[in-house]
């Protein structure tokens, strides 16, 4: 069982280095999982996989929506393709491509998208997607992952290439606290216990699970009991898990670096409104496109802050 | 008669900008920018009727859209020392609260942006568009678009080159940066793309050759293009040097998305004339 003073960073490193990692490990593995790349090769941290195996390395060229329907190609004659660009080019650039020949068609196709969300910084508002979890989630037999941090992301990738079915995993740029352990078991589907409490709970994914273990500290601190869940899968969503939580607090935190509409925080919102309707706080954009900045200013700015978490579990208590 | 020396000392400043931009920031896409430094110039400072005062519907202006966005360094400066927004305001791209976004958005209204970009493949559509509602309005300015050689992978860049000439655009001027490079090498190594002109003439367009890091023939086929009216949209594919400018960033990918050290920013500065004024860091 994880608990706050298991969870300590051993130092940094980005999820899209995770992701290099894991494919190479699936790689090993599975001799049908192939990489396509859509002149994003460098970003995506996958040197090793690409030297190792050049032949299972496909380059598109800047030609997403031509990529997601050869990844469906590939994938109906057996092959595992998971395919790498930033996460706007991965979804609302090519939607319907996705929608028609990978989902609606049942197609094995991993969509691995790096650069998702504000933390992607300087490029600013045209590359840093916020509805990408909300676009995927909506698309029937989507599985949706976004894993917190390296160690996470390594694993994730090694169970999506053992799972059949479409999936959305999203990923990131920054360098970021690695604090899973190695060797955490990750199960699609499956939320994460970090750490048993009674008087909040907090649901987070992605980057923010690092800010929503800080901010889990801080109001441990001050007498404030956590209970702390990361949803690495929003779709599909551990309710179980959710619903014993919620009804064990009675306020509801979630946390992710996604808009407040459609996200992590709706597949919550949506679950216990039918079996459960608990009080909820939402850490998310406020509905807003991002901007240009370093992405610790980005994530201060937009309301994504360990203070934001602190404050938004203390709005979530107050309303019990 | 073009004051060509005058248009290129200009283009050096503009260099400068670039460098020292993303210097500042240490991000951002010098190598395409310097690239295209010479294009802006000739089309900001001689080439084009527009009004810095900037109006977004740009009624009796001849419009210039950057689709390929990640060059916004080179658009930036040269809007800026064309006058549509104050040249200090370089010193705060790509930081936040600025209005000098990481690529070019209509979002932080900066005057002389038309419409966002930096996801690729998109500016060609939108081209067509003010193409026509200029047609429609009866205004005979003309509209030119840039795009990278690696955007025109994209698949609706192709979309718009059937639109065009079926609409009789003969006020579009499509430019494409014909630098060999995209961000993982070569362009013939990443996606072959062939020849330009075999497959726009086969589309039905006009197309025309530049070195548009020649200010002289940069100036003449841009001038040629723009008053061309026989009922075909041009495609002008224009021949540049990634990084052109800057020795050690000439021809390669390598500087398409890098920013240099402070020793290097110091190699590429001495080997750029500031001829207007640097901005205030
Ligand atoms: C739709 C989309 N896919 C991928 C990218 C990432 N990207 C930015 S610039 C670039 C390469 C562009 O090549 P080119 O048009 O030749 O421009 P150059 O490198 O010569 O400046 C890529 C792939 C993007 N911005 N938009
Ligand atoms: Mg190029």
């Known amino acids: 069982m994880l608990s706050l003073n298991k969870l300590q960073s051993t130092g940094k490193k980005a999820t899209r280095d995770g992701f290099g990692a894991g494919l190479k490990a699936a790689g090993d593995k599975h001799d049908n999982v192939i990489m396509l790349t859509a002149d994003l090769r460098g970003s995506m941290k996958s040197e090793d996989f690409i030297n190792t195996y050049p032949d299972r390395f496909i380059q598109c060229g800047i030609s997403e929506a031509n990529m997601m329907g050869v990844a469906a190609g590939l994938a109906t004659a057996g092959k595992i393709p998971m395919t790498t660009t930033f996460a706007n080019f991965s979804t609302g650039r090519v939607y319907d491509q996705i929608r028609q020949s990978i989902a609606y068609s049942d197609k094995n196709v991993k969509i691995c998208a790096s650069h998702a969300g504000l933390t992607l910084g300087e490029d600013g508002a045209t590359h840093q997607i916020l509805e990408d979890i909300g676009m995927m989630r909506m698309l029937p037999g989507m599985t949706v992952i976004n894993p917190c941090d390296y160690n996470q992301t390594k694993a994730a990738v090694q169970a999506i290439a053992e799972h059949h079915g479409p999936v959305y995993l999203r990923f990131g740029r920054p360098g970021w606290p690695i604090f899973i352990p190695e060797d955490q078991e990750f199960v699609i589907g499956k939320a994460l216990h970090l750490n048993e409490g009674s008087d909040v709970s907090i649901f987070a994914t992605g980057h923010l699970v690092w800010h929503a273990v800080e901010a889990a500290r801080q109001l441990e601190a001050e007498g404030i009991s956590v209970d702390l869940i990361n949803i690495h899968t929003i779709k599909p969503l551990d309710e179980a898990a959710v619903i014993a939580s919620a009804k064990k607090t009675g306020a509801v935190v979630s946390c992710e670096e996604h808009n407040k509409y459609g996200g992590l925080g709706s597949a919550i919102a949506e679950c216990l409104s039918k079996n459960h309707p608990t009080f909820q706080e939402y850490v998310a954009t406020d509905d807003t496109f991002g901007e240009s900045g370093t992405a610790n200013e980005l994530l201060d700015k937009y309301g994504l802050g360990i203070k934001d978490v602190v404050a938004a579990a203390k709005r979530a208590i107050a309303k019990k | ?281």
């Open chain 2, 1 to 281: 008669m073009a004051d060509i020396k005058k248009l290129e000392s200009i283009a050096s400043q503009v260099r400068r900008d670039i460098i020292r931009q993303v210097y500042l920031c240490q991000s951002g896409h010098p190598g395409g920018s310097l690239g295209n430094a010479d294009l802006l110039v000739a089309l900001y400072f001689e080439v084009m009727k527009h009004d810095p005062s900037f109006n977004m519907k740009a009624e009796g202006e001849d419009v210039f859209l950057l689709s390929n966005g990640h060059i916004s360094p080179v658009f930036y400066s040269v809007l800026a020392h064309a006058g549509y927004f104050p040249v200090a305001e370089l010193a705060t791209f790509r930081q936040i609260n600025s209005r000098v976004q990481g690529h070019p958005t209509t979002h932080e209204g900066l005057p002389g942006i038309r419409i966002s970009s930096g996801s690729l493949g998109q500016g060609p559509s939108v081209a067509c568009g003010m193409a026509m509602a200029k047609r429609m309005n009866g205004d005979d300015r003309t509209v030119f678009v840039l795009t990278g050689d690696g955007e025109q992978q994209e698949g609706q860049i192709w979309e718009a080159a059937l639109f065009a000439p079926h609409n009789k655009l003969e006020n579009l001027v499509l430019i494409i940066d014909d630098n060999g490079q995209q961000i993982d090498g070569p362009t013939e190594e990443v996606l072959r793309l062939g020849s330009f002109e075999d497959k726009y003439k086969a589309f039905g367009w006009d197309v025309m050759h530049m070195d548009g890091n020649n200010m002289a023939e940069t100036v003449k086929v841009l001038k040629e293009a723009q008053a061309k009216r026989n009922g075909k949209p041009t495609c002008i594919v224009m021949k540049t040097a990634m990084g052109k400018g800057v020795d050690f960033m000439e021809g390669t990918h390598h500087w398409h998305g890098k920013a240099p050290s402070e020793e290097q920013t110091k190699v590429a500065l001495a080997q750029l004339e500031e001829t207007l004024g640097d901005f205030p860091a």
